[in-house]
């Protein structure tokens, strides 16, 4: 295990002038092909169906919506 007190001081300026020339990302990585916000009505028991299937449900519902276009010869 590894002394606290062996730690290198961040806030020194050599330290300081490392973390200035790193660039900073924050949020998530763009991607090629966002996805857009948008609202839909659902029927309650289809809504609450894919919500007890526990994260992902949205995923899920936009898999489905997939599916169905490219059974019926209009997906991407």
Same mark, same amino acid.
Not at 1 to 24: K, N, Y
Not at 39 to 58: N, V
């Given at each position: 295990?590894?002394?606290? /007190? /062996?730690?290198? /001081?961040? !806030?020194?300026?050599?330290? $300081? #002038? ?14 090629? !092909?966002?996805?857009? !916000? ?5 029927? #309650?028991?289809?809504?609450? #169906?894919?919500?007890? $299937?526990?994260?992902?449900? $949205? ?10 276009? &490219?059974? &019926?010869?209009? +997906? +991407?």
């Amino acid at each position: 295990m590894q002394d606290p /007190d /062996d730690v290198p /001081d961040l !806030s020194t300026p050599e330290w $300081q #002038a490392i973390f200035d020339r790193v660039p900073v990302r924050r949020g998530r990585p763009p991607v090629l !092909s966002p996805k857009v !916000s948008t609202t839909i009505r659902l029927d #309650a028991d289809i809504l609450e #169906a894919y919500r007890a $299937q526990g994260p992902g449900w $949205q995923t899920r519902i936009n898999e489905v919506l997939r599916q169905h276009l &490219e059974r &019926e010869g209009r +997906g +991407g």
